[in-house]
C-alpha cells in the first residue's frame, strides 16, 4: 500500500472512498430499525448500555456488515464500473 501523498490523492483512492461511503449510507438506510432499537435501549439502560444492549449491538453490526464487507463493497464496485470508467477517464 502506497502511504504517501502521490498514493493518497489518486483518483481509484477518491473513487474506492465514495464508493465505500455511498455502501455505508445504503447499509445505514437498510439497518434504520435495527439502529433505533439500539437507539431505545441504550435510552433506557444509559450508561449500562454496553452490558445491557449487547443483543441489540451484535444485530446492527451484523446488518451492518452484511453491506459494508469486502465481498459486498466489490459486487457494488462491479455494479458502478461504468461510472468508475466515467470518472477514470476524466483525469
Known amino acids: 500500500k502506497d502511504t504517501g501523498r502521490d498514493g493518497r490523492l489518486k483518483l481509484s483512492n ?5 464508493l465505500r461511503k455511498e455502501l455505508n449510507n445504503i447499509a445505514k438506510a ?3 430499525d435495527l439502529s ?4 431505545d ?3 433506557k439502560e444509559g450508561i449500562l ?3 445491557k444492549c449487547r443483543e441489540e449491538n451484535k ?8 453491506y ?3 465481498k459486498a463493497f466489490e459486487e457494488y464496485k462491479i455494479k ?12
Open 30 to 32: 437498510n439497518c434504520v
Open 14 to 18: 477518491q473513487a474506492d472512498y465514495a
Open 59 to 66: 444485530g446492527l453490526n451484523a446488518c451492518l456488515s452484511q
Open 80 to 91: 458502478r464500473a461504468s461510472e468508475l470508467k466515467v470518472i477514470n477517464v476524466k483525469k
Open 41 to 43: 435501549c441504550a435510552r
Open 49 to 51: 448500555v454496553v452490558f
Open 68 to 70: 459494508t464487507n469486502d
Open 36 to 39: 433505533v432499537k439500539l437507539g
